[in-house]
């Protein structure tokens, strides 16, 4: 459904999938993951973008009005509802941003030399305990006796083991790319664009369980230990291991950064870097430097960091250059500032990982008229 609002904000959104969208948001269920998809993040962009959304939503309501009486329609109890859950669906993924400080427009240049950077998609290689490496691409299907794969995520039933001896696999995620696992014990784990996951195929009995994101990022939903007789669960990350219990936390840790960054999302988590051991509580992120080793805790906006998981990126107060990079690992582009002050300018907003680049680069482009250039996989700001 996602698409259907990123049609609707480019103008073309058919007449059915505007029917589609009103019954989508019929369902009260649909309602509520909307409502954890924002978290405390729209309220901010429900103020400041209160006109724009008031006009979307004025011609979304008008245009099915004219054809309701041929589909089921939503009570009129529910009309405000329907209105608050379009304009959080608008801002998630149409790609709505808005510009932190206004300065001069430029002269309106937008140039599309050839085009060839994709949408990024579900995508990984399997490294297995043998070395063999195994494409794991959506709509392809991969199936053994421990594991199977429908292409857009990996799920291991291997059951506990009372070897002393561990299989490891890898499961490296590209460039343009993102994927899915299910751990042996129950572990969810979401990988971001340009990472690399270590795990066992299986954990040993009364062990602690432990895994390592040699790099990238990712996100963690780990099965309890209560679930496990007790056993805990640890990630290392180059210099830093995270001891968990049973909690949600997502972690940082690209190569072409400095620092790790941990965001704990609920439960509690111990941050270890040899120097330093810190606990983290719901909301806080740790930020630890590579270079001397010292590690800051602070406040962040959860749902800024974790979003990429729900297929969004949030940006609040953001260098253009920063975007771009977060854009590049998802999108596999490159990107050249000619004009250096034009990576400084602070964007707050959300864009849908569904939106192709041309969608984004326009919308990027209308605020500030920030010219730009597609060449192949390169993009210039000038």
């Given at each position: 459904?996602k ?11 058919t007449?059915?999938e ?16 909307l409502?954890?998809?924002i978290?405390g993040?729209h ?19 008008n ?6 009486k041929?589909?089921?329609v939503?009570p ?19 790609g ?8 001069k427009?430029?002269p309106?240049t937008?140039?599309i ?5 994709s ?8 490294t ?11 709509g ?11 292409g ?7 059951p506990?083991?009372v ?25 969810q ?16 009995k ?9 790099y ?5 939903d780990v ?7 007790g ?7 180059g ?8 909690t ?7 190569t ?20 330093l051991?810190?606990n ?5 992120q740790s ?5 001397n ?8 906006n959860?749902?800024n960091?974790?979003s990429?998981k ?9 260098p ?14 490159d ?9 400084n300018?602070?964007?707050?907003g ?6 192709s ?8 482009h ?17």
């Amino acid at each position: 459904m996602k698409s259907h609002i990123t049609k609707l904000l480019t103008n073309t959104i058919t007449k059915q999938e505007l029917l589609e969208l009103k019954e989508w948001l019929a369902n009260s269920k649909n309602q509520s993951t909307l409502q954890e998809y924002i978290k405390g993040f729209h309220d901010l962009n429900l103020v400041m973008l209160k006109n724009n959304i008031d006009e979307a939503l004025n011609k979304v309501i008008n245009e099915i009005d004219k054809y309701e009486k041929n589909i089921k329609v939503i009570p009129l109890y529910n009309r405000n509802l329907f209105k608050y859950a379009v304009a959080i669906l608008i801002l998630i993924t149409s790609g709505y941003f808005f510009l932190t400080n206004n300065n001069k427009a430029n002269p309106d240049t937008q140039i599309i030399v050839n085009n060839n950077i994709s949408t990024g998609t579900n995508k990984a290689i399997l490294t297995l305990e043998d070395g063999s490496q195994i494409r794991l691409e959506k709509g392809e299907n991969y199936i053994t006796d421990n594991l199977s794969s429908n292409g857009e995520e990996i799920i291991y039933t291997s059951p506990v083991s009372v070897k002393p001896e561990i299989a490891y696999n890898y499961l490296t995620v590209p460039r343009g790319g993102e994927y899915f696992v299910k751990l042996s014990d129950g572990t969810q784990v979401w990988l971001n664009s340009e990472s690399k996951f270590k795990y066992p195929v299986n954990f040993i009995k009364g062990e602690t369980r432990e895994v390592e994101l040699v790099y990238g990022e990712a996100y963690f939903d780990v099965s309890p230990s209560t679930n496990h007789n007790g056993s805990k669960f640890k990630v290392s990350t180059g210099i830093q291991e995270v001891e968990v219990l049973g909690t949600e936390f997502n972690i940082k840790a690209y190569t072409d950064e400095n620092a790790i960054y941990t965001t704990l999302v609920e439960g509690k988590i111990s941050i270890n870097n040899t120097l330093l051991k810190e606990n983290l509580n719901p909301g806080e992120q740790s930020n630890v430097n590579l270079t001397n080793q010292s590690m800051s805790i602070s406040k962040v906006n959860v749902y800024n960091e974790i979003s990429w998981k729900n297929g969004v990126f949030s940006f609040e107060n953001m260098p253009l250059k920063k975007i771009m990079k977060v854009l590049s690992r998802w999108y596999d582009l490159d990107m050249i500032f000619v004009d250096s002050e034009i990576g400084n300018k602070l964007f707050t907003g959300s864009l849908g990982r569904e939106q192709s680049i041309e969608e984004i680069l326009s919308i990027i482009h209308k605020l500030n008229r920030i010219n730009y250039k597609i060449d192949n996989k390169t993009i210039y700001f000038k």
